[in-house]
């Protein structure tokens, strides 16, 4: 597979755009507004990201080590495997493996993540630890499919998490790469570290201090 699953500047944002899907909104918003599915249904926003954000404060598993072995699955996703996952009413199952610390990114915050990315029969179509390089993209502006919207914005800096995206909220019935259509996705997901707002700028005094640290 020549590219990121999720690099929104090559063919795989196409899918998502003829799709007609959209970036889900921030937590604040969750009880306000709805999202549309890949498909075109529409489901709340709370069913699909509650679940997540409610989940954080789960006991993590054993330490996992930092590059990306703990990723590493053989074989399809079934039976045991799925032992100790929870479940959302729109579908998607998780398993948070290791906690993070911080903040939760906020709409339209740089954020990078690195991922593993499986079919349920256990193909390996993507992972950005080969690359040795995360992938960064800003929340809120659908650059992205609307699970990982959903996923990420209930996440905190060094967290790790297991999950399953429904079809619904991956690529729907678009056929991408090796990706058939209607597949639920499997990700191992890391939030790295979180990047600057869109818009937010540093202050002029800052940025003087720096340039002559003898004037501080």
């Not at 069913?47 to 080590?65: D, E």
């Not at 954020?111 to 630890?129: A, E, K, N, P, Q």
């Not at 019935?173 to 209607?182: E, H």
Request: charged share 20%.
């Amino acid at each position: 597979f020549p590219c990121s699953l999720l690099l929104p500047m090559r063919f795989v944002c196409l899918g998502l755009l003829t799709a007609g899907c959209q970036a889900l909104a921030p937590p604040t918003e969750l009880a306000l507004r709805q999202a549309p599915a890949a498909n075109g249904n529409v489901l709340s926003r709370r069913a699909v990201i509650g679940a997540a954000a409610s989940a954080l404060a789960v006991s993590p598993l054993a330490s996992v080590a930092a590059d990306g072995s703990w990723t590493y699955h053989e074989g399809g996703f079934t039976g045991e495997f799925w032992d100790g996952f929870k479940s959302t009413d729109s579908g998607f199952m998780y398993k948070f493996v290791e906690p993070g610390e911080g903040d939760k990114p906020v709409n339209m915050q740089q954020v990078f993540v690195h991922y593993t990315g499986y079919l349920l029969d256990g193909t390996r179509f993507d992972s950005s630890y080969d690359r040795s390089d995360p992938f960064k993209f800003r929340l809120g502006k659908g650059k992205v499919i609307p699970g990982w919207e959903a996923v990420v914005a209930g996440m905190r800096p060094g967290q790790k998490v297991i999950v399953k995206i429904p079809p619904q909220y991956a690529y729907g019935d678009k056929s991408v790469g090796p990706i058939p259509p209607n597949s639920p996705l499997i990700f191992y997901m890391e939030l790295v570290r979180l990047g600057n707002i869109k818009g937010d700028k540093p202050r002029l005094s800052a940025i003087t201090d720096a340039v002559n640290p003898s004037k501080q």
